[in-house]
């Protein structure tokens, strides 16, 4: 493959979008060429994987596209960057390349009583204030509650709001406005299925430069903060809070060890299991009557516009994050989903050695975070093994392929990105482990 002219390439960016929109500094290449993959200490021992040799900062959609389509024309890889939030190295550029950095297309266009349209950049935060503003809520939106719209579309899955509406390939997605080699630098708008297909595979297929996504009618939502002796009691009510009517928007819960590594809160009481959980008002009594039934006790209900996000950053990976800070170099994680998490916990947590679960009310089954002290990669894949046996299914953190929808992917690729400009390294046609699909 020849090399790109990326002096040619960054004087026509610069063109499109003015000097600050293009940086060829090594400083702002390395920022740009690292995600959230150091949670993985697999990837971790092989950085860096890529730096790349140019980063354009378009500020809205259609520039996003004019990008595309110069990258496009200089025969340049091209990877697609919202806020870098991802853990799997998603974002990286492992040939090097074209970074483009959409988290400056911030723009909420449009907000109706069913949905809500913004480029790629904006942050989910900015759209659930702005679906406030209009007595609206999302449907959903990641842990990482600052991730960009694009970036949750293209790399995330669920959070906030999948125990009522599962993964963000479930109806969440109305229309995507995107971008490929083959549409030449023009937009392509798609509704629909035909939409689908570019969710969940960090871009190979093609660049979300604008979405539309839905909306439902505003809750008066409650912070709620319990905490049990031990683990079991908050396991043994996760399932029936998280089946209260009207659902709740997250539960959450944590062994007293990982408890102990959150940040400091008087909900959190020393030597005690927290359980957490974003509880319509109107459930707020039987909630409270099923785990004070279970041996646990309120801690604290609070109420305000943040109380949604004040839990959803202490969901999903955010608690082994916080464990692996506490405890730097020891700990690992797999995605994990199924009702043995709550039935046989005790060998969930026995398959790898100082075992720690974080678990949620997922949508269909509970699902969570495993985390265990890292002895090699060997023994990772060894336990995951063992989770099968245990009836647990898994999603491996510690690597990059596409493993969602992969067959219809590369399919789609191949006809929107025949070069394979986009996102290089990520498509991996010969895939064979553990899906994305797996965890609900």
């Avoid at 031990?230 to 009517?245: K, W």
């Avoid at 063992?386 to 510690?398: K, Q």
């Amino acid at each position: 493959m020849t090399t790109p002219d990326y002096a040619a390439l960054e004087r026509e960016i610069a063109d499109l979008l003015g000097p600050r929109g293009v940086s060829s500094d090594m400083r702002q290449r390395e920022k740009a060429s690292v995600d959230g993959a150091r949670m993985s200490p697999i990837i971790a021992e092989q950085l860096p994987l890529g730096v790349a040799d140019l980063v354009a900062f378009p500020t809205t959609a259609a520039e996003i596209a004019a990008v595309v389509g110069i990258a496009s024309r200089h025969g340049a890889p091209i990877t697609p960057r919202g806020k870098g939030t991802g853990n799997y190295g998603q974002a990286i550029p492992m040939p090097g390349g074209l970074v483009l950095d959409m988290s400056r297309a911030r723009s909420v266009i449009e907000v109706t009583d069913e949905t809500i349209t913004a480029d790629a950049g904006a942050p989910m935060t900015a759209l659930e204030q702005a679906a406030r503003a209009a007595g609206r809520q999302l449907w959903m939106y990641p842990s990482t509650v600052h991730s960009s719209l694009g970036g949750f579309l293209s790399g995330g899955s669920g959070g906030t709001g999948t125990i009522a509406h599962g993964s963000n390939d479930r109806g969440f997605v109305v229309a995507l406005d995107v971008v490929t080699p083959a549409s030449a630098g023009e937009l392509v708008h798609l509704e629909g299925e035909a939409a689908q297909g570019f969710v969940h595979n960090y871009g190979t297929a093609g660049i979300i430069a604008r979405a539309t996504v839905r909306l439902e009618p505003l809750q008066d939502w409650r912070g709620l903060y319990a905490s049990f002796p031990d683990f079991s009691g908050a396991l043994s009510v996760l399932r029936s809070l998280g089946r209260l009517t009207p659902l709740p928007r997250l539960v959450s819960a944590d062994t007293p060890h990982v408890t102990a590594q959150l940040p400091p809160d008087d909900a959190f009481p020393e030597g005690r299991s927290s359980l957490r959980m974003i509880a319509d008002i109107a459930t707020v009594p039987e909630a409270t009557a099923l785990i004070e039934a279970a041996g646990g006790r309120i801690e604290d209900v609070r109420e305000g516009a943040n109380v949604s996000s004040a839990i959803s950053v202490l969901s999903y990976n955010h608690p082994i994050e916080w464990l692996q800070k506490s405890e730097p170099g020891v700990y690992f994680h797999v995605e994990v989903s199924g009702d043995a998490l709550v039935e046989r916990i005790d060998a969930v947590h026995a398959v790898y050695p100082g075992g720690q679960l974080h678990i949620e009310a997922g949508h269909t089954v509970p699902i969570g975070m495993l985390a265990g002290v890292y002895e090699s990669p060997e023994a990772v894949y060894a336990g995951i093994e063992a989770l099968h046996d245990l009836g647990v299914s898994t999603h491996n953190p510690h690597q990059w392929n596409v493993d969602f929808r992969l067959a219809e992917t590369v399919a789609l690729a191949r006809v929107t990105d025949p070069a394979g400009l986009l996102n290089p390294g990520k498509l991996n046609p010969d895939y064979a482990g553990p899906t994305k699909g797996a965890i609900r």
